[in-house]
């Protein structure tokens, strides 16, 4: 049976986050491959996918978060940038933490600057054009809080599938906390880092998450023979 290949973007992105990844590897494996999109700037969820089939999850940030609170199945994780509670593995969280509930007091009052800050310190110019796309303002206020409050470091540690996770060692916006992380470790949980300060990595650098991807898929397809 071919795997689905599940790609689930972060806070203030659209399906369009992964989709350079998602071409570049149409052509190395045989398998469907499905770009979610959770609906911040429009009035819907936008995908379609069998909670049944054979499935390969690949979240960035937020992604992660949406993923573990929905328990879908999958066969394979790969997780970019992120942890089951946000907070709690970074580096100075109480820091962190006052920045975020500082975001989302911003965040009612002028979102637009809020998201333009966010996305210069991801390590992009722009993503979100006001001129041609609809803010879904409850949606993003609501990804925020959960950012915040929901902790899923049970459910996460609870999984049985191989989990491979990526943090930048200079992030911005998750700046990963490396004796907090390793909590994380498991028998099934491989833990990387990669020398980036972009939390927008797989957007910006999408041949190098590319080639991290084929590695882990090839070489996950091989053990399955």
């Not at 689905?4 to 972060?10: A, C, D, E, Y």
């Not at 940030?61 to 946000?86: A, C, H, M, Q, V």
């Not at 990526?166 to 906390?177: M, Q």
């Amino acid at each position: 049976m071919k795997h689905n290949l599940v790609f689930v973007h972060g806070w203030g992105y659209d399906r369009n986050f992964w989709k350079p990844v998602g071409k570049l590897l149409k052509s190395n494996f045989d398998c469907n491959i499905e770009i979610l999109d959770l609906g911040f700037f429009s009035n819907s969820n936008e995908f379609y996918f069998s909670n049944n089939s054979k499935n390969i999850f690949i979240t960035h940030s937020y992604g992660l978060i949406w993923f573990l609170e929905r328990n879908f199945k999958t066969d394979l994780l790969i997780n970019f940038f992120s942890t089951p509670d946000f907070l709690s593995f970074q580096s100075e969280a109480d820091k962190k933490k006052k920045i975020l509930l500082l975001m989302i007091y911003n965040f009612h009052k002028s979102p637009n600057q809020v998201l333009t800050k966010f996305y210069k310190n991801c390590g992009v110019k722009s993503f979100y054009n006001p001129e041609n796309k609809l803010m879904n303002y409850e949606k993003l206020i609501n990804a925020l809080k959960k950012l915040k409050n929901q902790n899923f470091t049970k459910e996460f540690l609870k999984l049985d599938c191989e989990i491979f996770s990526f943090f930048g060692t200079d992030d911005k916006i998750f700046n990963p906390e490396i004796k907090k992380i390793k909590n994380l470790s498991r028998k099934n949980h491989h833990i990387n880092f990669l020398k980036t300060n972009k939390h927008a990595e797989p957007f910006i650098e999408p041949k190098k998450i590319c080639k991290i991807l084929i590695r882990i898929i090839k070489e996950f397809h091989a053990k399955k023979k």
